[in-house]
C-alpha cells in the first residue's frame, strides 16, 4: 500500500522525498520495522529518472571484473617475463624448451595469476562474489580471441587462431582453460571469506566505539 502510493512520485516530487526522510529518519517514525523500509523508499525517490539500483551496481561489477583481469594480467607478465623467461635461459639448458617443462610451468604461472584475480574481483563485488571471481577468468578467455582478431586485422591479417589449428594447441588451451577457472573459483572462495571477516570486524569496532560514546 505504502510502496503503490509513493510510486507515483518517483523521479518527481524530490521535496516530497525529502520531507519523508527528514520524518522517517528524526521524529516522526520511532519503530524500526517500520523505519528502514520508509528510508529506503525515500532514498529510491530522490534517484534522478532513468538511474535505478541495478545501474550501481552494475558498474560496481564490471569494475570489480575487470580490475581482477588487470591484477591477473599483471602478475602473469610479472611471472613469465620477469621470473620463468629469466630462469629458463639463464639457468637451463635449450633441450628443455622442447619439453612438457614450459607448459606445465605456465599452467601453474596462469593458476597463480587467477587466483588473485579472482580475489580481488570476489572481495570488490557488490553481491554473488564467487560467480564475479569466476568472471575473472571467463572474460579473459573471451576477450583474447577478440584482442588476437583485432591484432591480426589491423597489423598483417594473418590467421589469428593459427596456434589453435593442432591438437596439441586446442590440448593446452583447454587445460589452461580450466587451471584458470579453478584458480578464479578457489580465489573468489579466499576473497568472499576476506570480506566477511573484514566486515565483521568492522562491526565489532563500531559497537565497541558506540559503547564507549555511550558509557561517557
Known sequence: MLRSVFSFYRGRSFFAAGMLYLLAG???VKTSSFREPLLQLCKS???PIGR???DRDM????GAVLLGILL???IGALEVFG???PVFTSFLSPEL???ALPAVVLVFAAAFAFYFGGMLASYRAPARRRLHGVMVGVASFAISPLVNLGASVVVDGNDPFANLRTPGAL?????????VLVASYVGARRGETLYAHNQAFICRQRRRQGLKEGSS
Not at 558498474?59 to 564490471?62: E, G, I
Open 26 to 28: 528524526r521524529s516522526a
Open 45 to 47: 525517490l530522490t534517484c
Open 52 to 54: 535505478t539500483w541495478y
Open 59 to 62: 558498474k560496481k561489477s564490471v
Open 72 to 74: 591477473a594480467l599483471g
Open 83 to 85: 621470473i620463468v623467461a
Open 97 to 99: 624448451a622442447s619439453t
Open 171 to 179: 590440448l593446452f588451451t583447454g587445460v589452461v582453460f580450466v587451471a
